[in-house]
């Protein structure tokens, strides 16, 4: 079972920057795709950032420029780092874990983070 426990969110002014991080149970990362995805009150989850297997990584447009992610393997974990922060990047922030055998998809879960955004 693989479990993902997120930290590092808080509340920030605008402009400001913070960095969430994502401990992994296992050696995951070499076989899932890892990502950070948001819900913000009243919108859907989306994607904010993502990275593969190969390092290769996917940014949403909002975010471009600002926010980075990166993985350690040999801690196990995933961080993004968030700078230039705004208001509209207020959110519950979720650790995400993907990969596909057989045409079959894993999806795991972090319990979320909440991240403010205010002067």
């Known amino acids: 079972q693989v479990q993902l426990v997120e930290s590092g969110g808080g509340l920030v002014q605008p402009g400001g920057s913070l960095r969430l991080s994502c401990a992994t149970s296992?050696?995951?990362?070499?076989?899932?795709?890892m990502g950070w995805y948001r819900q913000a009150p009243g919108k859907e989850r989306e994607l904010v950032a993502r990275?593969?297997?190969?390092?290769?990584?996917d940014y949403a447009e909002s975010v471009a420029g600002r926010f980075t992610i990166s993985r350690d393997n040999a801690k196990n974990t995933v961080f993004l780092q968030m700078n230039s922060l705004q208001p509209a990047d207020a959110a519950v922030y979720y650790c995400n874990a993907q990969r596909v055998v057989l045409k079959t998809t894993f999806n795991y879960w972090g319990q979320g983070n909440q991240v403010a955004v205010s002067s």
């Open positions: 990275i593969t297997i190969s390092d290769s990584t």
């Open positions: 296992g050696n995951i990362l070499s076989f899932y795709m």
